[in-house]
């Protein structure tokens, strides 16, 4: 199969200094174009303003870190990269492996860096160079004689360190909570707790973001996370990213991002007022309902009593007079009899009218 293919120099080419050191000059692919093809992409994602997004989260267990970098991974369409908790002895070798892929050159990643500190970023993202002997030092070695061992230089892996780094912020307490939401083992939260605490939080031991400022020079966002859900933890992350402008990428523009954001915002603020007038209804019914329970006991009451009245119409007046009034009255004449009161009237009637009182208590 042949292919006729029409080059043409980009504006990177075209510049007047472009590759001016070489011979001849602008001539960077004399042995073939496969021979170059690394140095070719790098200028091809110059050209169309491609950046590589290499994003470090890292935190204490259980603060959000792993699906924040997903969700990062999936919005900037990287590779999603992870340390285990516990890291092997092979574990950091394998992920210099693939940070320092062609896919992870050109595209980037994110890297879910657990609780790692210092020593395990010092390893990851610095190397050691021998640095060639200036002419001072050449001239100063002795003829004949065992050469001085070469310099070493430990140095920043430009290539590879990523550009961006986020700490996730939570209390051990909240942490915690999560991991026993999760079922998992408790002992093993403690212990993946410790080791973040032994790497970041100790006292005179240099933590993962002190070598970001201090070694590396790359700015750290602490983000929080209590009281925060996953969408508002990602859209900071996300501005913390976009900070210097949103990468091109072949992503999506950065008008459509805040409309989808905006859209979203707005099902959410729907569904929450959809919810409380729901809830509103829920509680008016409700309070309509027991309304109705009590005026329908209400409503018994008075019949219960309209019954009792009705009953007592439809007696005899003989049996009304002999179940209600003689007993009372008899006892009444006899407590006179006994006592012998000046006034027997006077004496009966305020009788009959405690009598009375005493009997209706008890139906208060």
């Not at 070719?40 to 959000?64: H, T, W, Y």
């Not at 340390?83 to 070798?93: A, F, K, R, Y």
């Not at 900071?236 to 950065?254: H, K, Q």
């Not at 009237?345 to 305020?350: G, Q, S």
Request: net charge negative; charged share 30%; hydrophobic share 35%.
């Amino acid at each position: 199969m042949a292919l006729d293919l029409w080059l043409e120099p980009s504006a990177i080419a075209l510049a007047e200094d472009f590759c001016a050191s070489l011979e001849p000059p602008g001539w960077i692919c004399k042995n073939g174009l496969l021979a170059n093809l690394r140095t070719i992409a790098d200028e091809f994602c110059n050209g169309q303003k491609l950046r590589a997004m290499r994003i470090l989260v890292a935190g204490p267990p259980n603060s959000g870190k792993t699906n924040l970098a997903q969700a990062v991974a999936d919005h900037f369409k990287v590779p999603h990269l992870s340390l285990p908790e516990e890291l092997g002895s092979t574990d950091l070798d394998k992920t210099i492996s693939q940070i320092s892929s062609s896919v992870c050159h050109f595209r980037g990643y994110v890297l879910d860096a657990g609780g790692i500190g210092f020593a395990e970023a010092e390893k990851l993202f610095r190397y050691d160079i021998e640095v060639p002997k200036t002419e001072e030092e050449q001239e100063a070695e002795p003829e004949g004689g065992e050469p001085t061992p070469p310099k070493i230089e430990r140095r920043l892996n430009e290539e590879t360190c990523p550009a961006m780094v986020i700490i996730t912020q939570a209390p051990a307490a909240t942490c915690k909570a999560r991991w026993q939401s999760s079922g998992a083992s408790l002992e093993a939260f403690e212990k993946s707790m410790q080791a973040y605490v032994n790497n970041n939080l100790t006292q005179d031991v240099h933590s993962l973001q002190d070598f970001f400022q201090d070694v590396a020079g790359k700015g750290v966002l602490n983000l929080p996370i209590d009281g925060k859900d996953e969408e508002d933890i990602f859209e900071s992350a996300r501005i913390y990213i976009e900070r210097n402008g949103r990468p091109y990428n072949y992503l999506t523009p950065e008008e459509e991002v805040s409309r989808q954001i905006r859209e979203r915002r707005a099902e959410k603020a729907k569904a929450a007022a959809e919810a409380a007038e729901s809830m509103k209804q829920k509680d008016d019914s409700s309070a309509e309902k027991r309304e109705e329970q009590r005026h329908a006991a209400r409503l018994r009451i008075v019949a219960d009593h309209e019954a009792a009245q009705q009953k007592l119409r439809d007696l005899p007046l003989r049996e009304y007079l002999m179940q209600y009034m003689v007993p009372n009255l008899t006892e009444g004449l006899v407590e006179v009899c006994k006592v012998l009161p000046d006034d027997p009237v006077d004496y009966l009637a305020n009788y009959l009218e405690e009598h009375a009182a005493q009997l209706a208590a008890p139906k208060r």
